[in-house]
């Protein structure tokens, strides 16, 4: 079945430093990747729709300029936090979607800001 | 209202049991239903995937959709310890944007 490899799977980072997270689909192309953030306990939350070759598209209240999604080939797209935060501290995962298998996920990023 | 309403639990259950979870939602035009399996701390495995209403049966697992309630449900036979996990129920709209609207999931307990 269809592949959606994510990195790094936690990352502890300080206050007002960058993350990037990378977002691969191991065995099929995709052209639209997508950006959740999980709280504990609470179900996915859609942040933006990755789209190749062209801007993301992100849901209301999600600030673009901090969470900056990059989405430069078929396989690949990228999450920055910029300026983080201990707020911005939570579960991001990525999903792509194969026309055969549906929505994959990546096994996500726990992301610790002190 | 939320679009889809899932118990959160704890539902916990004795090995071998089966295993009833459910999901409700409001929008008539989701066409699409699919179940996932959450273990802690990672991300959400597709169990299930049907289109409409009926059901779908895969080894120890069935998904079931019923339209006309807006209901779907996913049940376990023989649950196992290791089916332990967050169940989040998706669904979606046929045509147009096919992003699904998960569920909060709901956190099932199989004890030996």
């Known amino acids: 079945g269809a592949v959606v490899s994510q990195h790094p799977s936690r990352v502890i980072c300080k206050s007002g430093t960058s993350v990037k997270i990378e977002c691969r689909s191991l065995?099929?192309?995709?052209?639209?990747m997508f950006w959740y953030r999980q709280f504990p306990k609470q179900s996915l939350m859609l942040m933006a729709t990755s789209n190749e070759g062209s801007k993301a598209t992100y849901e209301q209240g999600v600030e673009k300029d901090k969470f900056l999604i990059n989405h430069a080939s078929l396989t690949l797209s990228t999450l920055t936090v910029t300026s983080a935060h201990p707020e911005d501290s939570s579960f991001y995962i990525c999903?792509?979607?194969?026309?055969?298998?549906?929505?994959?996920f990546g096994s996500g990023t726990r992301l610790t800001v002190v | 209202q939320k679009e889809v309403e899932q118990d959160p639990g704890p539902l916990s259950v004795p090995e071998g049991a089966i295993v009833s979870l459910n999901c409700t939602y409001s929008?008539?035009?989701?066409?699409?239903f699919m179940w996932y399996r959450q273990y802690s701390r990672k991300g959400p495995e597709l169990l299930m995937y049907t289109y409409s209403s009926g059901n779908k049966e895969d080894g120890r697992f069935t998904a079931q959709v019923d339209k006309s309630s807006k209901y779907i449900s996913l049940f376990i036979r023989d649950s196992q310890p290791s089916d332990s996990a967050t169940y989040l129920c998706a669904m979606s709209a046929s045509g147009g944007s096919y992003i699904p609207t998960f569920g909060r999931g709901t956190s099932l307990i199989v004890h030996p």
């Open positions: 929008n008539s035009a989701f066409q699409y």
């Open positions: 065995d099929f192309q995709a052209t639209t």
């Open positions: 999903s792509a979607r194969d026309l055969g298998s549906g929505y994959t």
